[in-house]
């Protein structure tokens, strides 16, 4: 699934098995504040993993990000 904004883009998927979440990433893009994407992956119906990374604007700057 794709959605765009007035000033961003966000690009995202999901996948399940038995009617339980197994994975979600998603990408988003914008055009003053930078990009980050994200990957979420459940296990046993538990959130087990969350990764992020990009860049975001500090004092003016877009510099790396990481979580």
Known sequence: MAEH???STTVYWYSSRQN???RLGERVYT???G????DYQ???GKLRTLLQQ???RVDG????FSL
């Open 61 to 64: 700057q877009l510099v790396p």
């Open 31 to 33: 055009e003053k504040q």
């Open 54 to 56: 990009g860049t975001k």
């Open 20 to 22: 339980q979440p197994e």
């Open 5 to 7: 904004g007035a000033d």
């Open 35 to 38: 990009y980050y994407q994200s």
């Open 42 to 44: 459940w296990q046993s």
